[in-house]
């Protein structure tokens, strides 16, 4: 190996080491506060020390008016059935924009894609009187459908690239076979599709459980997800911002996505490089 090829090497690496770093910095920051004791807040040792787990137990304490647990559970919910129905609707969409041909498609395309940039705090006076005249404010239906209509361009078009790719000769082997439509989409593309359809499922369940904005003003104290009820905590001690409450509440949050993540990585890698078929 050259010089040359080792710098090129040793600059790689160091860009990769440097990028890590960057993403798990914060978390790893987060950990660590959230096992600290709340009188040393402020302490910049940079590993665990005045370890503790009170942070915790005020996170779950009820007393305090936090009713995290309920919040948590909120958000699996919201987050829960905004998943399933986005990418029903996004899979039938994206197979459709994918399969069929017809006038305008790329532009309806375009439309949905554009539909995602559209910023969400415009949309939060509208939905709040909306939903205020009909009845839905504080409501799960509130938070679900806003977070739908988040979510939809993310399936669409994440699916309709994937399902580009696939090997359409299958289906129409399935049909000259005797199978329907329905049956072919369903036996056939279907299940070929699922390394796209798991990953672009965890993708909309991340999306809807971050979502913030429109929860904050939509939801009730019973209908709160985990971020509002991050925004709103109580610490053990009043008129003390709860710093090392909400690293740990963050921390509570954030582990139910690595868990995902891990058990569907390898489903997550083939949806992200396959796109079709191997072999």
Known sequence: MTTSSRWRSARTYLGVVIIVLWGLLPFYWMIVTAFRDLQFTFDTTPWPTHVTLDNFRTVFATNRGNHFGRALLNSVFIGGVTTVIGLTIGVFTAYAMARLRFPGKNAILAIILAA??????????????????????????????????????????????????????LEEAARIDGATKRQAFTKIMLPLAAPGVVTTAILAFIAAWNEFLIASQLSSDKTAPVTVAIANFTGSKPHVEPYTAVMAAGTVVTIPLILMVLAFQRRIVDGLTAGGVKG
């Open 116 to 169: 995602s940039m559209f910023p969400g705090v415009a949309l939060v006076t509208p939905l709040f009187q909306l939903f205020r005249n009909i009845g839905w404010y504080g409501s799960y239906q509130a938070m679900i459908l806003p977070d739908i209509s988040f979510v939809l361009p993310l399936t669409i078009y994440t699916l309709t690239a994937f399902f580009r790719e696939m090997p359409w000769e």
